[in-house]
């Protein structure tokens, strides 16, 4: 990539994350990153006003689904009249540390890589912050692709950066838990330069929605394995 300064934007999903989202912002690399984008997920605490408090840009998904907020976001940077080298999701539950965030984009600034994924299984995870189903979840789900399209992946990590350009090509669709895997597996499938950095997880700040409760946890990982075997 020449000396142009990368353009980096950040897509962040919330639902109900006022505890929390003012800390990812806050430990975001702001030399880094030209907007930070908060997809309000049909939130009904001050998640909105505390993001904004906070200088981030505030966009609002009324349909429910992680997958869903993301793609809103991308709606957003769709509409810019210059868009972005890279893009970085990271969730809004403080279990991700935003300051990892150089260390991710840096093989994509330096025309290296594609797809960077921030691997809890090669990182350092506080004990409690990953259940021992989600962990097994993300396993079964990496040996697959790896089994089916011979790409090595070890997590589906919510803390990733793509290049745009690839972003587009990908043309994501996943509306709910699918998201992350879709991205991984349609990259497989496109065959970009794909690549993990070890990250540090911690347990999110308020209650477990969807890894901590048996409700979340099937249906995250029926629609994971589901959408695998469909993009075959
Ligand atoms: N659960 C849930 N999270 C959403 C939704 N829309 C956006 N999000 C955000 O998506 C990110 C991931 O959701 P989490 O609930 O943290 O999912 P998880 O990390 O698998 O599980 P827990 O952290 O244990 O709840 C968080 O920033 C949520 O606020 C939604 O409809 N449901
Ligand atoms: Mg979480």
Redesign the pocket.
């Known amino acids: 990539m020449s000396e142009k300064k990368a353009i980096i934007d950040v897509v962040?999903?919330?639902?109900?994350?006022e505890n929390?989202?003012d800390k990812v912002i806050e430990d975001i690399p702001k030399s880094l990153v030209r907007e930070i984008i908060i997809?309000n997920?049909?939130?009904t605490d001050r998640?909105a006003q505390v993001a904004r408090a906070k200088g981030a840009t505030v966009v609002l998904?009324p349909e429910?689904?992680?997958g869903?907020?993301?793609l809103k976001g991308l709606e957003h940077i769709a509409q810019k009249a210059i868009l972005p080298d890279v893009v970085v999701f990271?969730?809004?539950?403080y279990?991700d540390y935003p300051e990892e965030m150089t260390g991710l984009v840096a093989p994509i600034l330096q025309g290296e890589k594609d797809l960077m994924i921030g691997s809890r299984a090669l990182g350092n995870l506080e004990p409690g912050s990953m259940?021992p189903q989600?962990i097994f979840g993300n396993w079964l789900a990496t040996t697959l692709i790896y089994f089916f399209y011979n790409y090595k992946f070890t997590d589906l990590g919510?803390f990733r950066a793509i290049r745009y350009s690839e972003l587009l090509d990908i043309n994501m669709q996943d509306k709910?838990?699918g998201w992350t895997v879709e991205m991984q597996v349609k990259a497989a499938k496109l065959k970009l330069r794909c690549g993990e950095i070890p990250v540090q997880y911690r347990k999110?700040v308020?209650?477990?929605?969807?890894?901590?409760?048996i409700k979340?946890t099937i249906l995250?990982g029926h629609k994971i394995l589901w959408t695998i075997f469909k993009l075959l």
């Open positions: 962040i999903p919330a639902f109900n994350e929390s989202v997809c997920n049909a939130s998640t998904q429910r689904g992680y869903n907020a993301c990271l969730d809004a539950d279990s259940t989600q919510p709910t838990y999110r308020g209650h477990s929605k969807i890894s901590g409760t979340g995250a």
